[in-house]
């Protein structure tokens, strides 16, 4: 069984960092292709950063050149450094991994609040 355990998240001001952290149980992060996605109120859900299990990666053009996803396959982690945050990027941030038929499983989440 899958577990993703996602943590990090909190309240932070415009420009400022945070670092989200989701520890995977029941996978091995560095074959699986692991994600980042987000929802903000009334709005959909949608993925952000995608790191593929050849280690490349991919970024929606709103968090481009901001964000990094990155793992540590030693403790089956992934992360997302988040820099220079908007108040657009206050959202929900769930940690997901991408199976056969699409973003199958997103964790819990947590939230992340940028004040302007």
């Known amino acids: 069984q899958v577990q993703l355990a996602e943590s990090g998240g909190g309240l932070v001001q415009v420009g400022g960092s945070l670092r989200l952290s989701c520890v995977v149980s029941?996978?091995?992060?560095?074959?699986?292709?692991m994600a980042w996605g987000r929802q903000a109120p009334g709005k959909e859900r949608e993925i952000v950063a995608v790191k593929w299990s050849d280690d490349t990666t991919w970024y929606s053009d709103s968090v481009k050149g901001r964000f990094t996803i990155s793992r540590d396959n030693y403790d089956n982690t992934v992360y997302l450094q988040m820099n220079s945050l908007k108040p657009e990027d206050t959202a929900h941030y769930s940690c997901?991994?991408?199976?056969?038929?699409?973003?199958?499983?997103w964790g819990q989440g947590t939230q992340v609040t940028v004040s302007s």
């Open positions: 029941g996978r091995t992060v560095s074959t699986t292709h």
């Open positions: 997901v991994i991408k199976g056969s038929s699409g973003y199958d499983d």
